[in-house]
C-alpha cells in the first residue's frame, strides 16, 4: 500500500511568489535546505544539501511555471528515493491555495511518519517566509 503526505495551506501571496518559492533554490535556502541548486525547467537535476550526509539529489518530473512543481528523488535515502513530492497551486480570493503531496512512500515506518511531521513544521516556516518574510536558520529547522 502506497503511502502519501498531504497538505492544503492558504497563502496571502500570489501564484507567481509561491511558486518562485518554492522551486528557486535562493528562497530555498531561506525555508528548507543548507544549500540547493535546479532550475525549475522539465527534467532539471536539482542538488538538495542539508549536510555532508544528506547530499541529496532529485529530477524536476512535472512543471508549469506558477501551476505545479514536483521533483522525483534520485539519490537520496532508500525511504525518500521512490518518492516525488511538490505543489499544485490555486488562485483563491484572498491569496494561493497551495495543495501539498509527497507520494510514493513504501513503507509506513518512523521515516514516513517523522518527514510527515517535519513537512507540516517546513509548510508552517515557508508560509511565514511568503507572509512575513521570517528566514528560520537552518539549525533550528526541524
Not at 7 to 25: G, H, T
Not at 41 to 51: A, P
Request: charged share 25%.
Amino acid at each position: 500500500m502506497e503511502n502519501k503526505i498531504l497538505f492544503d495551506l492558504y497563502i496571502n501571496a500570489s501564484k507567481e511568489k509561491v511558486f518562485d518559492a518554492f522551486s528557486l533554490p535562493k528562497h530555498l535556502d531561506n525555508w528548507w535546505t543548507l544549500k540547493s541548486s535546479g532550475k525549475p525547467e522539465f527534467g532539471s537535476e536539482y542538488n538538495l544539501n542539508f549536510t555532508d550526509e544528506y547530499d541529496w539529489y532529485a529530477q524536476v518530473s512535472k512543471v508549469k511555471q506558477n501551476e505545479f512543481f514536483f521533483l522525483k528523488m534520485i539519490n537520496s535515502s532508500p525511504d525518500w528515493n521512490p518518492t516525488t513530492f511538490g505543489v499544485e497551486l490555486e488562485e483563491m480570493d484572498n491569496g494561493t491555495l497551495l495543495k501539498f503531496s509527497h507520494t510514493d512512500w513504501q513503507n509506513n515506518n518512523h521515516e514516513f511518519r517523522h518527514s510527515s511531521f517535519c513537512w507540516a513544521m517546513l509548510l508552517n516556516g515557508f508560509k511565514n517566509y511568503i507572509e512575513k518574510e521570517i528566514i528560520i536558520p537552518f539549525d533550528e529547522r526541524n
